[in-house]
T-cell receptor
Framework: DTAVSQTPKYLVTQMGNDKSIKCEQN?????MYWYKQDSKKFLKIMFS???????INETVPNRFSPKSPDKAHLNLHINSLELGDSAVYFC?????????????FGPGTRLTVL | QKEVEQDPGPLSVPEGAIVSLNCTYS??????FMWYRQYSRKGPELLMY????GNKEDGRFTAQVDKSSKYISLFIRDSQPSDSATYLC????????????FGPGTRLSVLP
């Protein structure tokens, strides 16, 4: 029983395409996140989503948009993909949005833009 | 200067050694400090968190925070090959998960 799952695990696509990554958590958590981990392993938060409140990291281009059909899902849509979008994207969830609320991470989606 | 710095390693130690992993940071507003372990091609998992300065122990792991020096450490006693992973520090100025700042991680190899 995977707590936080992501699909696909690997995604290879051409520049300019639009793609989506799906995330589901079965922990009953109220808060979900999307992170980007670049080739130098820096993990940076992109979005957090809590009870329909979306908080966006101001450095994230508006080509990236999270969509939450329900509390258990937070999908990531990326428009007009660029080479620099190549990275591993992690979804995470936590019971609440406090820094001390343990975040549970998914296995990651490795995106390669050609 | 990056906000959070870590020696990327790799750090190789023999099984049973005491391991010391460290992060330095520049933002004196950080109050919450976390250590995550990330196995290859997996998501990070939280090991420990501390608030403000001081020590915290959990089994073989001890976290230390020295806010005056802007320096945090994770010690692993009796290291095991299963401890081989990348260790990420993370910190936040407030109690909001979306304000986390992560270090780049230190890759640790514990040799049997």
């Amino acid at each position: 029983d995977t707590a936080v799952s992501q699909t696909p695990k690997y995604l290879v696509t051409q520049m300019g395409n639009d793609k989506s990554i799906k995330c589901e958590q079965n922990l009953g958590h109220d808060t979900m996140y999307w992170y980007k981990q670049d080739s130098k392993k820096f993990l940076k938060i992109m979005f957090s989503y809590n009870n329909k409140e979306l908080i966006i990291n101001e450095t994230v281009p508006n080509r990236f948009s999270p969509k939450s059909p329900d509390k258990a899902h937070l999908n990531l849509h990326i428009n007009s993909l660029e080479l620099g979008d190549s990275a591993v994207y992690f979804c995470a969830s936590s019971h609440a949005q406090g820094a001390t609320d343990t975040q549970y991470f998914g296995p990651g989606t490795r995106l390669t833009v050609l | 200067q990056k906000e959070v710095e870590q020696d990327p390693g790799p750090l190789s130690v023999p099984e049973g050694a005491i391991v010391s992993l460290n992060c330095t940071y520049s933002n004196s507003a950080f109050q919450y400090f976390m250590w995550y372990r990330q196995y290859s091609r997996k998501g990070p998992e939280l090991l420990m968190y501390t608030y403000s300065s001081g020590n915290k122990e959990d089994g073989r792991f001890t976290a230390q925070v020295d806010k005056s020096s802007k320096y945090i450490s994770l010690f692993i006693r009796d290291s095991q090959p299963s401890d081989s992973a990348t260790y990420l520090c993370a910190m936040s100025p407030d109690n909001y998960g979306q304000n986390f700042v992560f270090g780049p991680g230190t890759r640790l190899s514990v040799l049997p």
